[in-house]
């Protein structure tokens, strides 16, 4: 019986890493074959293909990078051969390309997202336990249709839902909302729920001059007026609460949206989605009134991946919202 194959784009990231004795400080090091030889039995339930894109730390990822990824993964996942396309990634910043990928990309084969909260100088290595996972995830045909997981500590998230935690813990990755999709158990993969609500935004290019600003007690407008006079393309705002801004933030989104700059609102609470509940001055309802986008119950690091993707798509601000609000607010 032939085994299902899997194509594991290696990027780099803590899995990649051991410590450098010159420096006593991890840095990416180890080789794909020098990682996957530490997967034992891996050979026994899938074939193995290993691509080069690169071997950076999570932080050097960048949209552009992102977009030049989801090239590749779709080239592999067009294959006849290959049944679902791997990427090991530094974890700082997977969650941004695994939900970049999620949205760009429309495919039936799953694309599974995985890292290492450890290195391999580490007591505890996580990478080979992560990996191994993620193969028995991607030859599932259970994870079919499901769009971009990412999975660490053998649990299964969906890329629209989880985000990184905690800065050391190896169950850092959740879905604080709703919880995982499902687990790994063995070599079995367990799913407890379906992906419900996907949305595509399919486009070939990105327009990264969007900026991100987190609201604070008694913020001004300085911050925004800085990026206006940029130049910059969008602007995604981490609200208050149930999405709602100091008094003095309000001239200058106005000043934004004035200049045809796409504004959209955010929580920086970790759940729960924006809405305009309340009418006084910075509050959620003014805000909508003076054409700010909502962006539902996003984190702003993947509000601004979608937005960026949105205005890649299209410059008019009426399809944009349509792009963003999407379902949450019809």
Avoid: W
């Amino acid at each position: 019986m032939n085994k299902p194959k899997v194509a594991i784009i290696f990027t780099g990231g803590t899995i990649s890493m051991s410590v450098d004795p010159r420096i006593g400080a991890a840095i990416p090091s180890l080789s794909n074959e020098q990682i996957l030889a530490l997967v034992t039995n891996i050979d026994r339930y899938a074939e193995i293909e290993t691509i080069d894109f690169s071997n950076i730390p999570g932080p050097h990822m960048d949209p552009d990078m992102m977009m030049k990824l989801r090239e590749l993964v779709i080239q592999n996942l067009d294959r006849a051969d290959i049944c679902g396309v791997i990427i090991t990634h530094g974890t700082d910043t997977l969650e941004e390309t695994a939900y970049l990928l999620d949205l760009s990309i429309d495919s039936t084969k799953p694309i599974v997202m995985v890292g290492a909260m450890r290195n391999s100088s580490e007591l505890g290595y996580d990478g080979p336990s992560n990996l191994a996972a993620a193969v028995c995830t991607a030859i599932s045909p259970q994870s079919h249709n499901k769009g971009t997981l990412v999975v660490m500590n053998n649990d299964v998230n969906a890329a629209s839902e989880v985000t990184k935690t905690n800065t050391l813990s190896l169950d850092t990755f959740k879905s604080l909302e709703f919880g995982a999709l499902g687990i790994v158990d063995g070599d079995d993969v367990i799913f407890h729920r379906k992906v419900v609500n996907r949305q595509h935004i399919i486009t070939e290019k990105i327009d990264t001059n969007v900026e991100l600003i987190k609201c604070v007690a008694g913020m001004d407008s300085n911050l925004i007026n800085h990026c206006v006079n940029s130049g910059v393309s969008g602007l995604v705002i981490e609200g208050l609460g149930r999405g709602n801004v100091p008094p003095k933030m309000l001239s200058g989104i106005k000043n934004a949206i004035d200049k045809g700059i796409a504004v959209v609102l955010i929580s920086r609470c970790p759940t729960g989605r924006v809405m305009h509940n309340y009418g006084y001055e910075g509050g959620g309802n003014d805000l909508r009134k003076m054409g700010v986008i909502f962006g539902g119950d996003l984190p702003g690091q993947k509000a601004r991946i979608k937005l960026m993707l949105a205005l890649g798509k299209t410059k008019d601000l009426h399809t944009v919202r349509e792009l963003i609000e999407n379902y949450q607010y019809r």
